[in-house]
């Protein structure tokens, strides 16, 4: 069974900094979303199996930056120039897929329990 388990987050002013982190029970392709009440989850960053490719929400280009350590299975999501927008339960995620640029949710197949990311004015 896949488990992902994530750490991190937390309370931050505005064009602060923070880290997420997820360990993941195997070696899988690895995302992150993020969602706020009433809205759907929405896609923020991916990376691939071996690291050297990622992809990023627009938004978040620039200021974020997806990483992966794979003899630790795990991910991290590096947030810089935090905005009161980004405040939002993130959630880490893995597929069985490989190829391609997974922004869908629904291209996903297992989830974290999400954590917390205040971004205070």
């Known amino acids: 069974q896949v488990q992902l388990v994530q750490s991190g987050g937390g309370l931050v002013q505005a064009v602060g900094s923070l880290r997420v982190f997820c360990a993941a029970s195997?070696?899988?392709?690895l995302g992150w979303f993020r969602q706020v009440p009433s809205k759907v989850r929405e896609f923020v960053a991916t990376?691939?199996?071996?690291?050297?490719?990622?992809d990023y929400e627009d938004s978040v280009t620039g200021r974020f930056n997806i990483s992966r350590d794979n003899p630790k299975n795990t991910v991290h999501l590096q947030m810089n120039s935090l905005r009161p927008e980004d405040t939002a339960v993130y959630y880490c995620?893995?597929?069985?897929?490989?190829?391609?640029?997974?922004?869908?949710?629904?291209?996903?197949?297992?989830w974290g329990q999400g954590t917390q990311v205040t971004v205070s004015s």
């Open positions: 195997g070696r899988y392709r």
């Open positions: 995620a893995a597929t069985n897929q490989i190829g391609g640029f997974l922004r869908l949710r629904q291209q996903y197949q297992y």
């Open positions: 990376i691939s199996m071996n690291g050297d490719s990622t």
